[in-house]
Antibody, heavy 123, light 107 residues
């Protein structure tokens, strides 16, 4: 069974940093493209960014609102995906979801999601 | 960046109704489109990928169509568990953008 479990959320002050983790199991993590999506309270889904697998170069891409402040990385030895959030702003307050991204074998997208973790940016 | 526009924003329907949700891309995305269902307080769940492929385990009352810039999600006979918010998402090239969502409400 595929499982994605996020952790690391919480209440932080504007300008501070936070690192989210996503522990993966039930599939070959090293072969998976992975991504982060966020959802502000009462709002729609917003793509944050994604990272390809190492065989595709561990390439990262980001949405414009987070580019230069957020960094996605992965540790395939630990089956864990990370999202480093720097220079946090009030508008970054959201539930952050980790998900699988493009699957080359099926050409599907977003087949599996974690339960989400809340990040609140407030003074 | 590619923009995704869904319509309508809210849809009121009854159990048994046929429901159609539209999604338009600002430029051609071929068939690189996914549809998700999200219920309150839950993570999104994939329903359709590559515009018209049904995720394994998802009811066959869901279907997707379209290519290029115009896409449609159809629920053939709405069931109580289908009342939710639906999002389209393109996954063309190096970005992924969601539509603003369509809330399917009980009429």
């Amino acid at each position: 069974e595929v499982q994605l479990v996020e952790s690391g959320g919480g209440l932080v002050q504007p300008g501070s940093s936070l690192r989210l983790s996503c522990a993966a199991s039930g599939f070959t993590f090293a072969n998976a493209w992975m991504g982060w999506v966020r959802q502000a309270p009462g709002k729609g889904l917003e793509w944050v960014g994604r990272i390809t697998s190492i065989s595709y170069g561990d390439i990262t891409n980001y949405a414009a609102p987070v580019k230069g402040r957020f960094t996605i990385s992965r540790d395939d030895s630990k089956n864990t995906l990370y999202l480093q959030l720097n220079s946090l702003k009030a508008e970054d307050t959201a539930v952050y979801y980790c998900s699988t991204d493009w699957d080359g074998s099926t050409e599907s997208q977003g087949a599996y999601w974690g339960q989400g973790v809340l990040v609140t940016v407030s003074s | 960046d590619i923009q995704m526009t869904q319509s309508p924003s809210t849809l009121s329907a009854s159990v048994g109704d046929r429901v159609t949700i539209s999604c338009r891309a600002s430029q051609s995305i071929s068939s690189w489109l996914a549809w998700y269902q999200q219920k309150p307080g839950k993570a999104p769940e994939l329903v359709i990928y590559k515009a018209s492929s049904l995720k394994s385990g998802v009811s066959s009352r869901f279907s997707g169509s379209g290519s290029g810039t115009e896409f449609t999600l159809t629920i053939s006979s709405l069931q109580p568990e289908d009342f939710a918010t639906y999002y389209c998402q393109h996954y063309n090239a190096d970005s992924r953008t969601f539509g603003q969502g369509t809330k399917v409400e009980i009429k």
